[in-house]
């Protein structure tokens, strides 16, 4: 069933437009529609970046994968950067 409603999300934008046209044939698309799709595409983008820049982990913290233990599941989680090793001379 949730690959049905995936489905009709996403085929649902064609749909309509794919209705508009037959409804009103030979019309050009308005600028305003032109413009407010393309704002639309230029927010949506932006703030896809900005979700994946917000949400990155710091880049010398280790992500600690879930484990099984006797009292039950650990989740997964990012521990701290183990200390450096020293080096030899």
């Known amino acids: 069933m949730p690959?049905?409603?995936?489905a009709i999300l996403f085929l649902a934008p064609f749909a309509l437009y794919a209705l508009w046209l037959r409804l009103n044939p030979g019309q050009a698309v308005g600028t305003h529609v032109i413009a407010l799709a393309v704002l639309g595409l230029t927010l949506s983008i932006g703030g896809a970046i900005w979700y994946g820049l917000s949400r990155g982990m710091d880049p010398n913290a280790v992500y600690v994968p879930p484990r099984a233990t006797e009292s039950g599941i650990v989740p997964g989680h990012v521990g701290p950067?183990?200390?450096p090793e020293p080096r030899p001379r």
């Open 3 to 6: 690959y049905l409603i995936e």
């Open 81 to 83: 950067a183990p200390p």
